[in-house]
């Protein structure tokens, strides 16, 4: 069983940066791949990128490549998500969420924190 607790949400100005955090409990962290998901109004969850065990492989949504990164810190139990130059659309809910088997589709993972707003005004 996993725990994750997410942090770092707020509001910040269109061309603005926030870094987000997901604090995991328990000792088996790096047995998990680990992933970022974000919900807007009245839209489905969507993927927005996951990171490997180690943390040497990582993918993205194409709406956020180049803008977002992340990371995660075993040491620490705790995975990141830097993004920078945001924009009105990046606004939603994020959510970290922890996989056995890692992937794109929510349904692949396992473990969810309950989610840190962000909004970007414009």
């Known amino acids: 069983q996993v725990q994750l607790v997410e942090s770092g949400g707020g509001l910040v100005q269109a061309g603005g940066s926030l870094r987000l955090s997901c604090a995991a409990s328990?000792?088996?962290?790096?047995?998990?791949?680990m992933g970022w998901f974000r919900q807007a109004p009245g839209k489905e969850r969507e993927f927005v990128a996951t990171?490997?065990?180690?943390?040497?492989?990582?993918a993205y949504a194409d709406s956020v490549k180049g803008r977002f990164t992340i990371s995660r810190d075993n040491a620490k139990n705790t995975e990141y998500l830097q993004m920078n130059s945001l924009k009105p659309e990046d606004t939603a809910v994020y959510y970290c969420?922890?996989?056995?088997?890692?992937?794109?589709?929510?349904?692949?993972?396992?473990?969810w924190g309950q989610g840190t707003q962000v909004t970007v005004s414009s």
């Open positions: 969420a922890a996989s056995w088997r890692g992937g794109r589709r929510d349904y692949e993972y396992n473990y």
């Open positions: 328990g000792r088996t962290f790096s047995s998990y791949a």
């Open positions: 990171i490997n065990r180690s943390g040497s492989s990582t």
